[in-house]
């Protein structure tokens, strides 16, 4: 079994996930302006992901250059790691590779102190990659325990690059943001990834 075996059902069996799906989570996050640079790649990258509509497309012309933006702003104080293997606990079935993970670390050898886990929709589906997301965020918030490292939330991301719907985890207790954030609402993603990495620095 792997993170994207799993669904919320199992989660909630299996690690006694208590799950709340009708909450505003970011209303009252400010948003951060994209930088021109970031303007530019998305103006031009967005036609043609959506021409593509392939998850590879959106992956490299849409979800790693929003991300690369957040570094960017946060002064490449953060790592970011796209497509590695993620093994924490195979026996329980948190294992395999994530999408991407951001991590409070500027230290992109390994990862440390993971933060955000962020999940490609299949089939432009974000329902079915909720399961995947969580089970990802179960494991960063394993592996934040075994380092003794205090972050006492962590964050998630389903997203097809142009809708993106996100999670927060704290315990057991996961929540699903009631609303998905668009792509035409960049500056409010933008925002809600840097206070997510910035409340969780404070919180070292």
């Known amino acids: 079994m792997a993170y994207n075996d799993f669904t919320l059902k199992q989660l909630q069996k299996q690690f006694n996930?208590?799950?709340e799906d009708q909450v505003d989570l970011?209303?009252?996050?400010?948003?951060?302006?994209?930088?021109?640079?970031?303007q530019t790649i998305i103006e031009?990258?967005?036609?043609?992901a959506i021409a593509i509509s392939t998850e590879k497309a959106r992956s490299e012309l849409l979800i790693m250059p929003i991300l690369l933006e957040v570094r960017r702003q946060l002064?490449?104080?953060?790592?970011?790691?796209?497509?590695?293997?993620?093994?924490?606990?195979?026996?329980?079935?948190?294992?395999?590779?994530?999408?991407?993970?951001?991590?409070l670390s500027p230290q992109q050898i390994t990862i440390n102190s993971p933060i955000i886990t962020i999940i490609e929709a299949k089939n432009e589906?974000?329902?079915?990659?909720?399961?995947?997301?969580?089970?990802?965020?179960?494991?960063a918030q394993l592996f934040n325990q075994q380092e003794n490292n205090l972050i006492p939330t962590l964050y998630g991301s389903v997203t097809t690059g142009t809708d993106w719907k996100f999670l927060t985890l704290e315990e057991?207790?996961?929540?699903?943001?009631?609303?998905?954030?668009?792509?035409?609402?960049?500056?409010?993603?933008?925002?809600?990834?840097?206070?997510?990495?910035?409340?969780?620095?404070?919180a070292e």
């Open 17 to 19: 996930l208590k799950i």
């Open 26 to 38: 970011f209303t009252n996050i400010n948003p951060v302006s994209p930088t021109k640079l970031l």
């Open 44 to 48: 031009e990258n967005l036609p043609l």
């Open 75 to 103: 002064n490449k104080t953060i790592s970011l790691f796209s497509g590695t293997e993620f093994n924490v606990d195979p026996s329980q079935g948190l294992n395999g590779y994530c999408d991407f993970i951001l991590t």
């Open 125 to 139: 589906n974000i329902k079915s990659g909720l399961g995947q997301c969580a089970s990802a965020m179960i494991a």
């Open 172 to 202: 057991n207790r996961l929540k699903i943001d009631r609303l998905d954030y668009y792509i035409n609402d960049l500056n409010k993603i933008i925002g809600i990834l840097i206070h997510a990495i910035k409340s969780s620095s404070l």
